[in-house]
């Protein structure tokens, strides 16, 4: 039969259930447009009575209780075989391993989250380049989903949006050059005493007025230079060292379940304090973060490194920065950032119960169709962090647009050194999906801190905002919200 030398390969001993989703949906998405319109395809596969409703039904059950790689593989080929057996045409085949995959997709609602490492790619090969994620089975916004009574957009084709248990990543759709990497989706626990009902609490840490590096500059044409970075000696770094450790020890008592330090200011020196006093906290039991994202590391290699730990202090990510920054100076020369391997590592971080949280790096987050909108559109993060270095922060509210259509919500970190004043300053910006007057959009706010000062630079410098996602309709239609999502600013 046609689709059987396709998905023989994945069906056998020790085969991977996830290698079947990915080679299914290749089949699917290159034939079906070809034998009828999409949309009454997936209809006709709806209908409530039927053969196809069975299969799913049979299917759902066959693996309600495992989500092991190897195992049921076989019960598939046996009902594709059996199905196909007196209608061999190739519609009614394409039914036949669609249903399997929605009973499927049905089947990994219940499977146990605590037994993965990975969030994916969970596929092993990747010849026809469709990978296959699981998305948390729950989120935050999960709430806010049912208030409205509308689903996030998954933007890929008809066929595909119903298989909403997975993320299904076409690789084409991020466009990457050689050396480039997929996202890795990264595990994490999270910890029983931080995290309060549908809330989440970030730590914006600007770190200090003053920079631990410096800007060098290499002349390429008539008024145009590379920019790269350079950072101060080790014994100038010690006192930022010191402003880092007394931050994060402000983000413990203030139970944060994140922390955000800003672009090009995470030196070695700085990473040894983040890592060091993580480990110290844990010590003496104290609260931790569950993700610090600990700033960006310019490399020798001139790569724009975002190094993410958990709060045991293990570095457990990274994600290297994808669009660089080509904007004139005060003297109105133009002045591009200097990166090389761009997107070499792109990881993610998944949590049970609270969804996926996704970082991108300045200028990735406000370049139109850029990373931030792509990983938006594809994973559905529940929040997308932006550790930034940047005079303008009002430019990130453009951001708003994907919350509106994918209910992803936004945090901009940047620092005091890009932005500093004497009087009010903003030093990021918050964006969470609401709802006003029947609309869902974003409701984007400046993070602002009145003016600058030594004593706030030497105490440690943290911002603490509670994310409150739980939402509550209003009893009825055209009624507001009886409890929206927020923003508020944690006073400490």
Not at 230 to 241: D, G, H, I
Not at 381 to 402: D, K, N
Request: a neutral charge; glycine letters at 6%.
């Amino acid at each position: 039969m046609l689709l059987t030398k396709e998905i023989e390969s994945c069906l056998k001993v020790n085969g991977n259930i996830y290698d079947f989703i990915s080679v299914s949906i290749y089949n699917i998405k290159k034939r079906v447009p070809k034998i009828a319109d999409p949309v009454e395809f997936v209809c006709s596969i709806y209908d409530n009575t039927g053969i196809y409703k069975e299969i799913r039904t049979n299917s759902r059950l066959a693996f309600m209780k495992t989500m092991l790689p190897f195992e049921q593989l076989d019960f598939i080929k046996k009902t594709f075989n059996t199905t196909c057996e007196t209608d061999n045409s190739e519609k009614h085949q394409f039914s036949v391993l669609y249903s399997i995959l929605l009973g499927i997709n049905d089947a990994a609602r219940a499977w146990s989250e605590e037994a993965l490492t990975s969030w994916g790619p969970l596929d092993t090969d990747d010849k026809h380049k469709i990978r296959v994620y699981l998305r948390p089975h729950s989120t935050l916004i999960t709430s806010f989903e049912d208030g409205v009574k509308r689903k996030r957009n998954i933007e890929f084709n008809e066929l595909i949006d119903p298989l909403d248990s997975f993320v299904i990543l076409d690789i084409k759709e991020l466009k990457l050059k050689p050396g480039q990497s997929i996202p890795t989706g990264i595990f994490v626990r999270p910890g029983t005493n931080n995290w309060k009902k549908g809330k989440l609490r970030i730590g914006i840490a600007p770190l200090c007025c003053n920079k631990n590096f410096s800007f060098k500059y290499r002349k390429i044409a008539e008024s145009t230079y590379k920019a790269h970075v350079e950072y101060l000696s080790a014994s100038e770094q010690k006192p930022f060292a010191v402003k880092a450790r007394k931050i994060l020890e402000k983000a413990s008592q203030s139970r944060c379940n994140i922390v955000i330090f800003p672009e090009f200011t995470c030196s070695d020196q700085l990473r040894d304090a983040i890592k060091n006093t993580l480990e110290s906290l844990n010590k003496n039991r104290a609260p931790v973060p569950d993700l610090i994202f600990a700033g960006t590391n310019w490399t020798s290699g001139n790569e724009n490194v975002l190094i993410v730990f958990n709060g045991q202090g293990k570095e457990i990510g990274k994600y290297y920065k994808h669009d660089h920054y080509d904007d004139p100076d005060e003297k109105g020369n133009r002045i591009i950032e200097d990166i090389q391997n761009r997107w070499k590592e792109v990881d993610f971080y998944g949590l049970p119960g609270i969804g996926f949280i996704m970082p991108v790096i300045c200028k990735d987050a406000i370049v139109e169709d850029g990373p931030a909108d792509l990983f938006s559109k594809i994973f559905l993060p529940l929040l997308i962090v932006i550790p930034a270095w940047s005079p303008s922060v009002s430019s990130f509210e453009r951001l708003t647009g994907s919350t509106k259509d994918n209910f992803t919500s936004f945090v901009m970190s940047d620092a005091c050194s890009a932005v500093h004043s004497d009087k009010e300053f903003s030093i990021g910006m918050s964006i969470i999906v609401t709802k006003h007057n029947s609309v869902v959009s974003g409701n984007a706010k400046a993070i602002s801190k009145s003016g600058c000062s030594s004593s706030d630079c030497d105490q440690g410098c943290l911002e603490v905002l509670e994310y409150d996602f739980r939402f509550v309709p209003g009893k009825n239609r055209g009624d507001p919200p009886i409890h929206n999502t927020s923003v508020r600013k944690i006073v400490q």
